[in-house]
């Protein structure tokens, strides 16, 4: 024992000269270029506040945590509960099982209303349906596209994302591309199958499917980078996702293949990598939209009974083109992470 | 390459005894190439050898010096986290929050560097200090609590996964950090952890350059100095080795904390070379660490391995991953070919080292 306290103070005494060191040395060595300093900006968007009584309102997705993506779906919706004068209850999880019980929750704790993901469809059937037969209004965002209507939902906020994928596919017709490869970072993710099937649909050259692990970057690039050198016939890459994309260009760029970007999704840096060239461009669903919406549609059907698409069709949110022409508009926006 | 040819060799040329002279077996020393093929890394260097002859064969744009550069970073970024978590594994511990330790590593300096506005260097540091202290909170309550590893890991990889996203959206407000490549010391930074350079025409990263040096050093300490003994001690026995006088609680501690300074090393690299990190990454990856150290053949249950080992094993690891995609094979079945691959490799080298010791 007597050895461990030795060795603890002696572990002390360095670290807090280490933190004394470090303290004196902050005061000289301030960045004078870029930092938080650089980013001053205007605050988040506001417009006052409604005055309607109180209302809880759960938001559960299938969302992985830490996902930029998701994160401008919650804000979106975070400020539509702000205006709105409603409680909001986020929770995500990747697994649909995990995902029923987060529905079963909000079904628990009484809410007003449920705004939910059915990534997997059938899964989410039966407690769907306990929360419309418990008189919760329900509504459907950004997964969903085929099953809302059957379900029960009232309205639904999203992207095809077959259709945001041929979209994309035409698009690419229009650019001259012969060969594209479609980068998914998530096997098995149906959505992101969804986009690449769209691609391969309407595109008229040919696509070939390339599974990275989208948890380790340094592994994203060198597997594309490796598919590159397979098959120099490549001259379009095709990313589901922005940071995938920023990546997939540092491969580009090493490699030296002539192969263009285009990505769905958008960030702040993806922004600025279209601003410079080396991303074509980007296919937006509007996330912030998403949530927005679809919080913002259960206000209104408790304080005035309208609903979206008459609960017929769906409100699409997307597919929305990014490119050299219209992104200093975006660009704003993006900075703050809305867009 | 020398070696190869003889270890080959010594495989298919049956155990001949020495011409004309009748000894007893017991007291001969056993030829060299056997003697070198019961070293715990010959196995997997093998294996390796096959995994990369396989692939010159089967997928031609391999054989280009480009790619090998390429498959070569792949395994750095893998093999500079395995060399520690290997030391520690012959130590006797595991330690599961080594992956997202690396992500962690990254957003602090990021984010000290761009929420100060100072110069990332400042943010590098205090990256180090955090990864380090993560270390010794691992190793330290380890020792406190005589827990498993297991047990003590597990719950700082997940703590460590909630405070990674939880921190940063409390100060970015968004779930990945900002870009810091237009701040000062960015490029010194950059040339430290993420720059290239060119051998021949082939642009090689030196990550590989500094996971070799760590190899290196990391063999030089385990064989000749003490701290390298009393990592085998507390690995093999640790009541022994306290018996005889060897501090088991600095030498856990330390390996956690050497651990610690691995993933502040990677994370620094990704940092330096992707600009932003995005906080939910890193996970699974403690999981390949202690693959290429099993692969290297570190045993599970500690006191034995080598550091050279990790180093064939990430390599393989890296070839592998990266093979499959140079020979254009369906992308669907990616996962199964690498755990087929991986598999046999392992067979491989467990079959070497049980031909070359059985007497």
């Given at each position: 024992m007597n050895r461990t306290a030795r060795s603890r103070s002696r572990k002390i005494a360095p670290a807090v000269a280490v933190a004394a060191a470090a303290t004196l040395i902050l005061a000289g060595c301030s960045s004078s270029s870029g930092g938080k300093k650089a980013e001053e900006e205007a605050g988040d968007i506001s417009a006052g506040k409604a005055d309607t009584p109180r209302m809880t309102v759960a938001m559960i997705t299938h969302a992985p945590s830490g996902d930029t993506f998701w994160d401008t779906i919650r804000k979106g919706a975070e400020a539509a509960a702000a205006k709105d004068n409603l409680k909001l209850i986020y929770s995500n999880d990747e697994s649909a099982a995990d995902q029923a019980a987060l529905v079963q929750n909000a079904i628990d704790q009484k809410v007003d209303g449920i705004a939910v993901t059915l990534a997997k469809p059938d899964a989410m059937k039966e407690v769907v349906a306990k929360a419309v037969k418990a008189g919760i209004p329900v509504v459907g965002l950004n997964a969903g596209m085929s099953d809302w209507k059957e379900q029960g939902l009232l309205s639904f906020f999203g992207q095809d994302e077959a259709v945001s994928g041929q979209a994309l596919g035409t698009k690419l017709n229009s650019t001259g591309a012969q060969h594209a490869l479609c980068v998914v970072?998530?096997?098995?993710a149906v959505n992101l199958e969804q986009r690449c099937a769209g691609v391969e649909k309407n595109f008229k050259g040919k696509t070939t499917k390339l599974y990275v692990n989208g948890a380790d970057m340094p592994s994203v690039k060198s597997t594309i980078t490796a598919k590159l050198k397979q098959d120099s016939s490549i001259d379009e890459v095709v990313t589901l996702a922005a940071p995938i994309a920023l990546t997939a260009a540092q491969s580009v760029d090493e490699t030296g293949s002539k192969a263009k970007i285009a990505t769905f999704d958008l960030n702040k840096e993806l922004i600025s990598a279209i601003k410079g060239g080396s991303i074509e461009f980007a296919v937006d669903q509007q996330p912030y939209l998403q949530g927005y919406l679809s919080v913002d549609s259960l206000w209104l059907y408790k304080n005035n009974g309208n609903y979206s698409g008459g609960g017929e069709a769906p409100i699409l949110t997307g597919p929305a083109f990014v490119d050299k022409a219209n992104v200093d508009t975006v660009a704003a926006f993006a900075a703050k992470g809305t867009r | 390459m020398s070696m190869t040819q003889q270890a080959a060799a010594a495989v298919t040329t049956?155990?001949?005894?020495?011409?004309?002279t009748e000894k007893d077996g017991r007291t001969t020393e056993r030829p060299l190439a056997i003697r070198l093929l019961a070293r715990p890394e010959i196995g997997v260097f093998l294996g390796a050898v096959a995994v990369w002859v396989f692939f010159l064969i089967s997928a031609p744009p391999v054989r280009d010096g480009g790619s090998m550069a390429n498959i070569l970073y792949q395994s750095s970024t893998i093999g500079i986290m395995a060399l520690p978590v290997a030391l520690l594994m012959i130590g006797g511990e595991f330690d599961l929050s080594a992956g997202v330790g690396v992500i962690a590593s990254a957003l602090t300096a990021s984010m000290v560097a761009y929420q100060l506005s100072m110069n990332v260097w400042v943010g590098v540091i205090v990256a180090l200090v955090a990864s380090l202290g993560i270390g010794f909170l691992n190793g330290w309550l380890l020792m406190r609590t005589g827990l498993p590893s297991f047990l003590v890991t597990l719950g700082t990889f997940l703590i460590l996964q909630g405070v990674n996203l939880a921190v940063t959206k409390l100060i970015t407000g968004n779930v990945a950090t900002d870009d810091i490549s237009d701040m000062d010391g960015f490029s010194q930074a950059k040339a430290l952890f993420s720059s290239s350079f060119d051998v021949g025409v082939v642009q090689v990263k030196i990550t590989v350059v500094w996971w070799l040096a760590f190899a290196a050093l990391a063999t030089w300490v385990l064989l000749r100095t003490k701290y390298g003994n009393w990592i085998f001690a507390v690995g093999g026995n640790k009541d022994s080795a306290r018996a005889v006088g060897v501090p088991v609680a600095f030498t856990k501690i330390s390996l956690f904390m050497l651990v610690g300074f691995g993933a502040w090393f990677v994370g620094m690299h990704q940092l330096f070379a992707f600009n932003t990190v995005q906080s939910?990454?890193?996970?699974?990856q403690e999981l390949i660490y202690i693959a290429a150290a099993v692969i290297g053949g570190?045993?599970?249950?500690?006191g034995s391995g080598s550091a050279i080992g990790p180093v064939f094993g990430a390599f393989m690891f890296g070839m592998v991953q990266q093979g499959i995609v140079y020979a254009g094979w369906n992308p669907d079945w990616f996962k199964a070919f690498l755990g087929v691959m991986l598999l046999g490799a392992t067979l491989i080298n467990l079959w070497v080292s049980r031909a070359a010791t059985r007497r």
């Amino acid at each position: 024992m007597n050895r461990t306290a030795r060795s603890r103070s002696r572990k002390i005494a360095p670290a807090v000269a280490v933190a004394a060191a470090a303290t004196l040395i902050l005061a000289g060595c301030s960045s004078s270029s870029g930092g938080k300093k650089a980013e001053e900006e205007a605050g988040d968007i506001s417009a006052g506040k409604a005055d309607t009584p109180r209302m809880t309102v759960a938001m559960i997705t299938h969302a992985p945590s830490g996902d930029t993506f998701w994160d401008t779906i919650r804000k979106g919706a975070e400020a539509a509960a702000a205006k709105d004068n409603l409680k909001l209850i986020y929770s995500n999880d990747e697994s649909a099982a995990d995902q029923a019980a987060l529905v079963q929750n909000a079904i628990d704790q009484k809410v007003d209303g449920i705004a939910v993901t059915l990534a997997k469809p059938d899964a989410m059937k039966e407690v769907v349906a306990k929360a419309v037969k418990a008189g919760i209004p329900v509504v459907g965002l950004n997964a969903g596209m085929s099953d809302w209507k059957e379900q029960g939902l009232l309205s639904f906020f999203g992207q095809d994302e077959a259709v945001s994928g041929q979209a994309l596919g035409t698009k690419l017709n229009s650019t001259g591309a012969q060969h594209a490869l479609c980068v998914v970072q998530v096997q098995g993710a149906v959505n992101l199958e969804q986009r690449c099937a769209g691609v391969e649909k309407n595109f008229k050259g040919k696509t070939t499917k390339l599974y990275v692990n989208g948890a380790d970057m340094p592994s994203v690039k060198s597997t594309i980078t490796a598919k590159l050198k397979q098959d120099s016939s490549i001259d379009e890459v095709v990313t589901l996702a922005a940071p995938i994309a920023l990546t997939a260009a540092q491969s580009v760029d090493e490699t030296g293949s002539k192969a263009k970007i285009a990505t769905f999704d958008l960030n702040k840096e993806l922004i600025s990598a279209i601003k410079g060239g080396s991303i074509e461009f980007a296919v937006d669903q509007q996330p912030y939209l998403q949530g927005y919406l679809s919080v913002d549609s259960l206000w209104l059907y408790k304080n005035n009974g309208n609903y979206s698409g008459g609960g017929e069709a769906p409100i699409l949110t997307g597919p929305a083109f990014v490119d050299k022409a219209n992104v200093d508009t975006v660009a704003a926006f993006a900075a703050k992470g809305t867009r | 390459m020398s070696m190869t040819q003889q270890a080959a060799a010594a495989v298919t040329t049956p155990p001949a005894p020495g011409p004309g002279t009748e000894k007893d077996g017991r007291t001969t020393e056993r030829p060299l190439a056997i003697r070198l093929l019961a070293r715990p890394e010959i196995g997997v260097f093998l294996g390796a050898v096959a995994v990369w002859v396989f692939f010159l064969i089967s997928a031609p744009p391999v054989r280009d010096g480009g790619s090998m550069a390429n498959i070569l970073y792949q395994s750095s970024t893998i093999g500079i986290m395995a060399l520690p978590v290997a030391l520690l594994m012959i130590g006797g511990e595991f330690d599961l929050s080594a992956g997202v330790g690396v992500i962690a590593s990254a957003l602090t300096a990021s984010m000290v560097a761009y929420q100060l506005s100072m110069n990332v260097w400042v943010g590098v540091i205090v990256a180090l200090v955090a990864s380090l202290g993560i270390g010794f909170l691992n190793g330290w309550l380890l020792m406190r609590t005589g827990l498993p590893s297991f047990l003590v890991t597990l719950g700082t990889f997940l703590i460590l996964q909630g405070v990674n996203l939880a921190v940063t959206k409390l100060i970015t407000g968004n779930v990945a950090t900002d870009d810091i490549s237009d701040m000062d010391g960015f490029s010194q930074a950059k040339a430290l952890f993420s720059s290239s350079f060119d051998v021949g025409v082939v642009q090689v990263k030196i990550t590989v350059v500094w996971w070799l040096a760590f190899a290196a050093l990391a063999t030089w300490v385990l064989l000749r100095t003490k701290y390298g003994n009393w990592i085998f001690a507390v690995g093999g026995n640790k009541d022994s080795a306290r018996a005889v006088g060897v501090p088991v609680a600095f030498t856990k501690i330390s390996l956690f904390m050497l651990v610690g300074f691995g993933a502040w090393f990677v994370g620094m690299h990704q940092l330096f070379a992707f600009n932003t990190v995005q906080s939910g990454e890193g996970v699974g990856q403690e999981l390949i660490y202690i693959a290429a150290a099993v692969i290297g053949g570190c045993l599970l249950t500690g006191g034995s391995g080598s550091a050279i080992g990790p180093v064939f094993g990430a390599f393989m690891f890296g070839m592998v991953q990266q093979g499959i995609v140079y020979a254009g094979w369906n992308p669907d079945w990616f996962k199964a070919f690498l755990g087929v691959m991986l598999l046999g490799a392992t067979l491989i080298n467990l079959w070497v080292s049980r031909a070359a010791t059985r007497r």
